[in-house]
């Protein structure tokens, strides 16, 4: 997105939200840009829109870290900084200003943006304000902080190049680059799930990042495959850490054919299947393991089915995404949105990721009010 004229910029309004959870304890996220942390009033005058949560789970989310998607309907984006470098969310209190960041800023389109919430309680009633209008305001991005209890979150956005060592950004505070192959080109950055993600070929097609011993985890990520998951072709992982953990979508053994994996100490390998795939369909997939005996998949936020396991081993190698343990066995389709936790989180956290991340505009985790001015 092309830069405007310094003198037409700075008649413009900038971008801010603000964030409330009624009941629950306010907490404080990335600092402000200096000052007032709403910044002054543009002679647009400053603007807010109200965003409303509907956590239709079973418990309060807590450090939730919710999908924002912006487009022209609900935001005036000729009031804000052109890279939306003065876009804010704030707490209930309207002044404790929340972490967030922005995956992709597109101006006239479709935009990204990941806030930490402290609370969202059960129900249809707590809200965050967005607020914009502020041409003074400079970039408050503080991405380790949205992401709690995070080991790697790969929005998978960025150009696969081949470029540099660690041009695929980790945005928890693990700082867990990783690099694409160098069978990738920049025309395996396409749309995806959640603005952009990876195309891979099954042509040495991956990305690589070090390995992170976990005894308690939970990963998830969007998929799509080529075509259904098959037995006997050879294994296809999109998503590797041998022997900590992987999925495959492929596999030689039907008892790992479409499932979630880990090998224990005894040593003796345990899987469980994520449930009915098909092909060029996205679907959101996690696995969790509780640190003592239980292994479990869910498929579109769902718990699909659990299995018993002894603790995992550390990881041999690297962790992998798009392919098994090297970049020979690359998976065939599309990946987006690779997260890594050290908890193992709830079945309602879980279905909860699934809801602000889905594109379901007839069942939203978060609705929008209409633009007003700030008070």
Same mark, same amino acid.
């Given at each position: 997105?092309?830069?405007?004229?310094?003198?037409?910029?700075?008649?413009?309004?900038?971008?801010?939200?603000?964030?409330?959870?009624?009941?629950?304890?306010?907490?404080?996220?990335?600092?402000?840009?200096?000052?007032?942390?709403?910044?002054?009033?543009?002679?647009?005058?400053?603007?807010?829109?109200k965003?409303?949560f *509907?956590?239709?789970?079973?418990?309060?989310?807590?450090?939730f870290? =919710?999908?924002?998607?912006?487009?022209?309907?609900?935001?005036? /984006?000729s009031?804000? $900084?052109?890279?939306?470098?003065?876009?804010?969310?704030?707490?209930?209190?309207?002044t404790?200003?929340?972490? +967030?960041?922005? !995956?992709?800023?597109?101006?006239?389109?479709?935009? /990204?943006?990941?806030?930490?919430?402290?609370? &969202?309680?059960?129900?249809?009633?707590d809200? @965050?304000?967005?607020?914009?209008?502020d041409?003074?305001?400079?970039d408050?991005?503080?991405?380790?902080?949205?992401?709690t209890?995070?080991? %790697?979150? +790969?929005?998978?956005?960025?150009?696969?190049?081949?470029?540099?060592?660690?041009? &695929?950004?980790?945005?928890?505070?693990?700082?867990?680059?990783?690099?694409?192959? =160098?069978?990738?080109?920049?025309?395996?950055?396409?749309?995806?799930?959640?603005?952009?993600?990876?195309?891979?070929? %099954?042509?040495?097609?991956?990305?690589?990042?070090?390995?992170?011993?976990?005894?308690? /985890?939970?990963?998830?990520?969007?998929?799509?495959?080529?075509?259904?998951?098959?037995?006997?072709?050879?294994?296809?992982?999109?998503?590797?850490?041998?022997?900590?953990?992987?999925? =495959?979508?492929?596999?030689?053994?039907?008892?790992?054919?479409?499932? =979630?994996?880990?090998?224990d100490?005894?040593?003796?390998?345990?899987?469980? *299947?994520?449930?009915?795939?098909?092909?060029?369909?996205?679907?959101?997939?996690?696995?969790?393991?509780?640190?003592?005996?239980?292994?479990?998949?869910?498929?579109?936020?769902?718990?699909?089915?659990?299995?018993?396991?002894?603790?995992?081993?550390?990881?041999?190698? $690297?962790?992998?995404?798009?392919?098994?343990?090297?970049?020979?066995?690359?998976?065939?389709?599309?990946?987006? !949105?690779?997260? &890594?936790?050290?908890?193992?989180?709830?079945?309602?956290? @879980?279905?909860?990721?699934h809801a602000?991340?889905?594109?379901?505009?007839?069942?939203?985790?978060?609705?929008?009010?209409a633009?007003?001015a700030?008070?």
């Amino acid at each position: 997105m092309g830069f405007m004229r310094a003198l037409a910029w700075v008649l413009l309004a900038g971008c801010a939200f603000h964030a409330g959870n009624p009941g629950a304890s306010d907490a404080s996220g990335s600092g402000d840009s200096g000052g007032d942390s709403r910044g002054d009033s543009s002679p647009l005058g400053k603007r807010r829109v109200k965003l409303t949560f *509907h956590n239709a789970t079973s418990e309060a989310l807590v450090d939730f870290a =919710a999908l924002v998607v912006l487009d022209a309907t609900r935001i005036e /984006y000729s009031d804000c $900084q052109p890279s939306g470098a003065d876009l804010r969310f704030f707490d209930s209190d309207d002044t404790t200003p929340l972490p +967030y960041e922005i !995956e992709a800023w597109n101006a006239g389109a479709k935009s /990204y943006v990941w806030v930490n919430v402290p609370q &969202i309680d059960l129900g249809d009633a707590d809200f @965050i304000y967005m607020h914009y209008g502020d041409p003074q305001a400079t970039d408050a991005q503080d991405p380790p902080a949205v992401w709690t209890h995070a080991q %790697g979150i +790969y929005h998978l956005a960025e150009d696969p190049g081949p470029g540099n060592a660690g041009d &695929i950004r980790d945005s928890s505070s693990a700082a867990n680059h990783g690099t694409a192959s =160098a069978a990738m080109t920049s025309s395996d950055l396409v749309d995806a799930a959640i603005g952009k993600g990876l195309r891979l070929e %099954g042509n040495n097609t991956g990305v690589t990042a070090a390995s992170t011993a976990l005894g308690t /985890y939970t990963w998830s990520m969007w998929l799509q495959g080529d075509a259904a998951p098959v037995t006997g072709s050879g294994n296809k992982e999109p998503l590797n850490e041998d022997p900590n953990f992987d999925f =495959a979508w492929d596999h030689n053994s039907a008892a790992f054919t479409g499932a =979630a994996a880990q090998e224990d100490e005894t040593p003796a390998w345990h899987a469980v *299947h994520a449930g009915t795939l098909a092909g060029r369909t996205w679907y959101h997939l996690s696995a969790t393991y509780d640190g003592s005996s239980t292994l479990c998949a869910y498929l579109d936020g769902a718990m699909n089915a659990c299995a018993s396991s002894g603790a995992p081993l550390a990881p041999g190698g $690297q962790l992998v995404i798009g392919a098994a343990t090297s970049v020979q066995a690359s998976f065939t389709g599309y990946i987006d !949105e690779v997260r &890594i936790y050290d908890v193992a989180q709830s079945p309602a956290r @879980i279905a909860a990721e699934h809801a602000s991340q889905r594109a379901d505009d007839a069942n939203p985790f978060v609705t929008f009010g209409a633009p007003e001015a700030v008070p």
